[in-house]
């Protein structure tokens, strides 16, 4: 490993947490390796672990734009992280509403009805999200 994969997977943990890292790298394969590689050193290591933004705004960003192109997969997990990254539900409201004049009301509905479930099930668990 490099010394900005090893940050990255640093970050990763961080954010998204140590439990969902381990499972990645669990379930990884010859064949996904080199994808795993990528956003482990691109998304992780380049972007997420700059210093010139909070991890909050950052999160707030990530889950506008997965909002906004409606890749529910990733923003799930995003909405599952913010403990981890200081972002409030509140903040999430925020974001979803620049989602909803930026990229559409109904992209914004559904990731709203989205962030509703995953906080139900956190409120459910006794968890934070």
């Known amino acids: 490993m490099t010394e ?11 954010v ?5 890292v381990a499972r990645a790298q669990a379930a990884q394969t010859p064949f996904d390796a080199p994808f795993q590689a990528l956003i482990t050193d691109a998304a992780w290591g380049h972007v997420w672990s700059r210093g010139t933004i909070p991890l909050r705004e950052r ?24 403990p981890n990254t200081g972002t409030s539900r509140d903040d999430v409201m925020e974001a979803l509403l620049h ?11 559904h990731a709203i009805a989205l962030a509703r479930r995953i906080f139900a099930e956190a409120d459910a668990e006794g968890g934070q999200a």
């Open 16 to 20: 998204l947490g140590p439990d969902h």
């Open 59 to 82: 999160s707030m960003m990530t889950i506008a734009l997965l909002a906004g192109l409606g890749n529910d997969g990733e923003l799930a997990l995003h909405l599952r992280s913010i």
């Open 4 to 14: 900005l994969s090893d940050t990255g997977l640093a970050t990763r943990r961080r």
């Open 99 to 109: 989602v909803a004049i930026y990229a559409g009301v109904p992209r914004a509905n």
